[in-house]
């Protein structure tokens, strides 16, 4: 299978070329910057502009799936600004990839998109799965409705969609769990607001097998890309700890305090979901990292 990749030098996207190149699949990829480009046998770099909706045609050549990852962080302070690039960068480079396939021969089949479970409204007793009709309030939610919105014109193209509503991935060198790590070494680790709020989160590794699932399995529609334990800040602070061992001595982080600093953009430690992967395991899917301690166990060994 050839498969065209945008985001492919961010966290996830690196592993899954890497994952989908030793399972023997040609990966295309799409990137603004020239100095990222290669050309090897099976792993082939191509430019594109998503914001003036400009990319190069050679892509898209015998490609079947396009697994589109690209999209501006939401880790950076969300100015007025930024929030505008967070929504535009992930609508104008959806927008540009439509463009392509309606003015170039090709044969993709599959649209797979990353998408987020910030959708879910928090709760610390309703469990989401993908059923669940509705939406958050907030900014987050709204950036991942139009996303996902976006990504539905494709199967007026005849493709197959899927979008991963993916949680909070953690690895072992970029991504949520360094920063976690940093303060819990020096011995000012602490857990967050009540630490009662659910976090719904999932493996790296898991995650990149999710897309070669997708890919390899035809998934369609909607799928909560996550580990189906989730645990709770306090829990997960504390697991942390004891694999440093370190102690976590500190009384929790006021919630107020948390928003004073981040301001909007502390809805990414304090939300509460309880998010199931209903559909993953109705497919059968075989976790590597099913729960928080084999997880933690891979990553802090």
């Known amino acids: 299978m050839k498969v065209l990749l945008t985001g492919a030098t961010g966290l996830i996207g690196s592993a899954l070329t890497e994952l989908l190149l030793s399972n023997g699949h040609e990966v295309h990829y799409l990137t603004t910057r020239s100095s990222q480009l290669k050309n090897q046998p099976n792993l082939k770099g191509f430019i594109w502009n998503p914001s003036q909706g400009t990319y190069d045609r050679n892509a898209f050549i015998e490609v079947d799936a396009i697994v589109h990852l690209a999209g501006a962080s939401i880790t950076k302070p969300w100015t007025k600004k930024y ?3 967070i929504l535009e960068s992930r609508i104008n480079a959806t927008n540009t990839l439509y463009k392509a396939l309606k003015e170039v021969p090709h044969q993709v089949t599959q649209f797979i998109t990353a998408s987020g479970i910030a959708v879910y409204p928090n709760s610390s007793t309703q469990i ?21 919105e976006s990504a539905q014109k494709f199967k007026q193209l005849n493709l197959q969609v899927c979008c991963m509503r993916t949680g909070v991935v953690l690895a072992k060198d970029a991504g949520a769990l360094p920063q976690m790590l940093q303060p819990i070494k020096i011995g000012v680790g602490a857990a967050i607001g009540s630490g009662q709020q659910h976090i719904s989160w999932i493996h790296l590794d898991d995650i ?7 890919l390899e399995h035809k998934w369609q529609g909607i799928y909560n890309a996550v580990a189906p334990e989730p645990v709770s800040n306090a829990v997960l602070t504390s697991k942390i700890a004891e694999r440093l061992d370190k102690k976590i001595w500190l009384p ?13 953009r502390s809805i990414l430690v304090t939300a509460d979901q309880i998010v199931k992967p209903q559909r993953a395991l109705d497919a059968h899917f075989q976790y590597k990292f099913p729960d928080i301690d084999s997880a933690l166990g891979n990553l802090i060994p």
Do not use: C, M
């Not at 939406?135 to 709204?142: I, K, M, R």
């Not at 990149?208 to 997708?214: E, G, H, N």
């Not at 006021?254 to 981040?262: A, N, R, S, T, Y």
């Open 83 to 85: 929030k505008f690039e």
């Open 128 to 148: 989401y799965t993908e059923d669940f009709v509705g939406a958050a309030p907030g900014f987050l939610s709204h950036v991942v409705e139009k996303w996902e």
């Open 208 to 214: 990149t097998r999710f897309y070669q699932s997708a």
């Open 252 to 264: 929790n982080i006021p919630q107020k305090v948390i928003e004073i600093l981040l301001g909007e």
